[in-house]
């Protein structure tokens, strides 16, 4: 496994006796360490320097004591260590030097409710600890990635399996009935949105032919002589092959409308029915994939607009 990335963040006072023994026994033990004389170089820029290590770094050795808690550089580069971290990553690894709970409190409650190293218990002790607390976050880091990756199998074989389900579905007699039930409850939802709007307003009036309406059929005259017109249509009793709904809105100023007339369409949509992985039944075609509920709206603002279009032309020709 490559070597962990340690950025070592410390106040220049606790260098001679703490922090340059321990960069160099952390870089003895197989680490790779940021530390400042390490890596700065005549005409470095400081700045650019720290932000390198701390976008490089695994972790975060940060070297808690009163000088540091008075410093600008050192909890700046805190918060950079910090802006790291996640739920899943621990990167901040503290260690106290001459300072107490109290101390570590006043300055951070974050840092204190974190388990440290002490520096009193001397250099050895203090790389032992940070390589067991690398240790255990890459070996909990691994079977994270490990079970994150058997997750992404679990979902794949739930969405195969749906579909698998979702196709013996269409392919039934049970599927079908479903099919023609959700058509027969979104005719009839309509029908009631109609006779809601038509008892509320003097304008917006509806027809329901009576002779092209049932439960796989509605069409309804509209305001402006717009025609609305759905068929759901089925070839086979046990399968969804080649079945689909027809909705047309149609709209003619001269005589009769046909709405099945391609002279008078207006807009044309055909959905076909099928069952998605969860075995929700939708209604797709390129554009989009509704449920029935969405079914009953999309129709009912498609014919909003089409009326609202007449209306607006209807409009413009009084001001001529």
């Not at 269409?170 to 038509?198: M, P, W, Y």
């Not at 049932?214 to 717009?226: F, M, N």
Request: overall charge negative.
């Amino acid at each position: 496994m490559e070597a962990a990335k340690l950025f070592i963040s410390h106040a220049s006072e606790d260098k001679e006796d703490f922090v340059e023994p321990l960069a160099h026994a952390l870089s003895d033990a197989g680490f790779e360490v940021w530390y400042d004389k390490f890596v700065l170089t005549m005409g470095d820029s400081l700045l650019r320097k720290i932000s390198e290590g701390l976008n490089q770094a695994d972790f975060g050795i940060v070297v808690l004591s009163k000088h540091f808690f008075t410093k600008k550089w050192p909890q700046a580069e805190l918060d950079g260590l910090f802006s790291l971290e996640t739920v899943e990553r621990k990167v901040v690894l503290p260690i106290w030097k001459d300072v107490t709970e109290v101390d570590v409190k006043a300055f951070s409650p974050i840092l204190a409710s974190k388990l440290a190293a002490m520096a009193s218990h001397g250099v050895p002790a203090v790389v032992d600890e940070i390589k067991r607390a690398v240790d255990t976050t890459r070996t909990v880091e691994k079977f994270s990635a490990i079970e994150n990756a058997l997750s992404r199998f679990r979902s794949l074989d739930q969405r195969v399996s749906g579909s698998k389900r979702a196709q013996q579905l269409g392919s039934s007699e049970e599927g079908v009935q479903i099919v023609r039930d959700a058509i027969k409850s979104a005719l009839a939802s309509l029908k009631d949105q109609f006779e809601t709007i038509g008892q509320s307003s003097e304008a917006m009036k509806f027809t329901v032919d009576p002779r092209k309406s049932g439960d796989q059929e509605l069409t309804v005259s509209c305001p402006y002589r717009v025609r609305l017109w759905m068929r759901y249509y089925q070839q086979y009793t046990n399968s969804l092959t080649d079945a689909g709904l027809c909705f047309y809105l149609a709209h003619s100023k001269f005589g009769a409308i046909d709405p099945s007339s391609e002279r008078d369409l207006v807009r044309k949509f055909i959905l076909r029915p099928d069952f998605d992985h969860t075995l929700k039944l939708v209604w797709r075609d390129d554009e989009r994939s509704l449920t029935t509920e969405q079914l009953v709206v999309f129709v009912l603002n498609e014919l909003a607009e089409e009326i609202a279009e007449h209306h607006a032309e209807a409009e413009a020709k009084k001001q001529l």
